[in-house]
C-alpha cells in the first residue's frame, strides 16, 4: 500500500498538469477565433457602409443627374414636335399659294434671289482667277450690275408677297430646328453619361453584397468553431475542478461548496441564451437591418468570459 500511493499521487500531478495544458491550449485556440470573429465583423461594417456610400452616389449624385438631362430631352423633344408640324403647315400653306402661280407663270421666268447671287458670285470669281482684257472685264461688270439690278427688282417685287414671307417663316423654323437637334445630341450625352456611371455604382454594390455574403459565411463558420473550442474548454475546466476539489483536506468549519452541477447548468443557460441572441443579432446584421447598442455589443464582446 505504502508503495502504491506514491504512484498515484505522480499520476494526480501528472493528470493535473495535462488537464492544464488542455486547458491552456483549448483558451488560445478559443481566443484565437474569437479575435477572428471581431475582425470579420469588422470587415462587415467596412463594406455596409461601402455599401452606403455606393448606393448615395449612385441614387443622389447620378440618377438624379440623369432624371434632370432626360426631362430637359423630353421637354426639348415635345418643342422638336411642335416645330415640325409648323414647318409641315408653312410649307403646305406655300404649295397651296404657288398653284395659281404655277398655272399663270409667264414665259420669262424670273430668277430667285439666290440664283441671282450665284451667278454674281460666279462672275466676280472670274475677275479675280482669270486674265481678262478690258473689254471681256468691262462687260462682266455689266452684267454683275444688271443681275445687281435684278436682285433689287426681285426683293422688291417679293419682300410683301405672301410666298416670300412663308419663305422666311420656314427658314426661321428650320433654323432653331437644326439647334434643337444639336441640344438633343448634347444633352442625351449627358444623359447617357451619367447612367453608365449610376450603373457602375450598381454593379459595385452588387459585388460588395457578394462579398458581404462570403464573409458572413465565413463569420459563421467561424463562430461555431470557436464554440466548439469553447464547450471543449468548459468541459475540460470542469474535469480539472473535480479533480482539484478531490485532492482539499476536510475541514470542520468549512461551508458547503455550491454544486458544480447547478453552476454548470446556470453557466450553460447562460450561454444558450447569449447564442440565442447572437444568431438573431447576425440574422438583423445579414438583412441589413439597423441593430440596437446590446446586439452590437454582444456580437463584438459575446466571446468575453
Known amino acids: 500500500m505504502s508503495r502504491e500511493r506514491p504512484h498515484n499521487a505522480q499520476t494526480s500531478r501528472t493528470s493535473f498538469r495535462d488537464l492544464q495544458s488542455q486547458i491552456e491550449d483549448l483558451r488560445q485556440k478559443r481566443d484565437e477565433l474569437n479575435q477572428k470573429t471581431k475582425q470579420f465583423i469588422n470587415d462587415l461594417q467596412d463594406i455596409e457602409v461601402e455599401i452606403a456610400n455606393s448606393l448615395k452616389i449612385a441614387k443622389e449624385q447620378y440618377k438624379k443627374k440623369r432624371d434632370y438631362w432626360n426631362n430637359k430631352v423630353k421637354q426639348l423633344k415635345e418643342k422638336k414636335i411642335e416645330y415640325k408640324t409648323l ?105 447617357q453619361e451619367n447612367h453608365a456611371k449610376m450603373l457602375q455604382e450598381f454593379q459595385n454594390v452588387d459585388k460588395l453584397k457578394e462579398d458581404k455574403k462570403k464573409l458572413e459565411e465565413e463569420l459563421i463558420e467561424n463562430k461555431k468553431t470557436a464554440d466548439r473550442y469553447h464547450e471543449q474548454y468548459l468541459k475540460v475546466m470542469n474535469q480539472r475542478k473535480k479533480s482539484y476539489k478531490g485532492k482539499k483536506p476536510y475541514r470542520h468549519n468549512q461551508k458547503p461548496a455550491p454544486k458544480f452541477t447547478q453552476v454548470s447548468k446556470k453557466n450553460e443557460m447562460i450561454e444558450k441564451i447569449k447564442q440565442d441572441k447572437l444568431a438573431t443579432a447576425l440574422e438583423k446584421q445579414k438583412a441589413g437591418k439597423k441593430l440596437n447598442l446590446f446586439e452590437a455589443r454582444l456580437i463584438l464582446e459575446q466571446s468575453k468570459e
Open 87 to 191: 414647318l409641315d403647315n408653312l410649307i403646305e400653306e406655300k404649295n397651296t399659294l404657288q398653284k395659281p402661280e404655277a398655272k399663270n407663270k409667264d414665259k420669262k421666268q424670273i430668277l430667285s434671289m439666290k440664283q441671282i447671287e450665284r451667278k454674281i458670285d460666279n462672275l466676280e470669281r472670274r475677275i479675280e482667277t482669270e486674265k481678262l482684257d478690258i473689254t471681256e472685264e468691262n462687260t462682266i461688270i455689266d452684267k454683275i450690275r444688271e443681275l445687281a439690278e435684278a436682285k433689287q427688282e426681285f426683293l422688291s417685287e417679293h419682300k410683301n408677297s405672301d410666298i416670300f414671307k412663308i419663305e422666311r417663316k420656314i427658314e426661321i423654323v428650320k433654323i432653331n430646328l437644326n439647334k434643337i437637334y444639336e441640344q438633343l445630341n448634347k444633352w442625351s450625352d449627358k444623359s
